[in-house]
C-alpha cells in the first residue's frame, strides 16, 4: 500500500551503516543465532528496538522473549559490561530515552503483536526507524572524524 517512493527510502536508508548491527555468527549448541533468533521470533519480528529492549533486559537479568539465545552469548555481552556500555559502543544512544528504549510502536510488554497492523502505524513505525537510523548515521560520523 505503499508507494513505489516510500517504499525505496525506508529500504536504502535500511540499508546504511547506520541501520547495520553486527551480531556474533557462530552457532553455539547448533542452536540459532542473536540473528536468526531476532528474525524468527513471532514476538520481535526483526524489529531493532524490540532486540534493543531483550538486551537491556539480558543485561538486567529480566526474561524476554530472546533470553535464552542471549544467554547462550554471554561472553559477548560480557565484552561490554554494562547495557550503557553496549549502547555506546555501538552509538545507538538514539535509541534510548534516559535509560528506556524509544519504541517505533506502542510497547505492551511484547504482548502486541510485534509488526504494524495497519497502513497509519507502519507509516509511523518508518518514520521513527528512518528517525534513528538518520540520528545513528550522523553519530558514527561524528565519531569517525574525531577518531
Request: with cysteine; aromatic share 14%.
Amino acid at each position: 500500500m505503499l508507494d513505489e517512493g516510500e517504499h525505496e527510502a525506508f529500504w536504502n536508508l535500511g540499508y546504511t551503516i547506520g541501520g547495520m548491527m553486527i551480531w556474533p555468527g557462530n552457532r553455539i549448541d547448533n542452536k540459532q543465532t542473536i540473528n536468526a533468533a531476532r528474525g524468527f521470533h513471532p514476538r520481535i519480528a526483526d524489529r531493532f528496538d524490540l532486540t534493543v529492549e531483550c538486551i537491556r533486559r539480558h543485561f538486567a537479568r529480566e526474561r524476554s522473549p530472546l533470553s535464552d539465545v542471549l544467554a547462550r552469548y554471554d561472553d559477548f555481552f560480557a565484552l561490554f559490561a554494562t547495557f550503557g556500555g553496549f549502547i555506546d559502543f555501538f552509538l545507538l544512544q538514539d535509541l534510548l530515552d534516559g535509560e528506556r528504549v524509544r519504541f517505533a510502536i506502542p510497547f505492551n510488554n511484547f504482548a502486541m503483536p510485534s509488526v504494524p497492523q495497519d497502513l497509519a502505524t507502519y507509516r509511523r513505525y518508518m518514520e521513527l526507524s528512518m528517525e534513528f537510523i538518520r540520528a545513528r548515521n550522523a553519530r558514527i560520523a561524528a565519531y569517525a572524524q574525531t577518531n
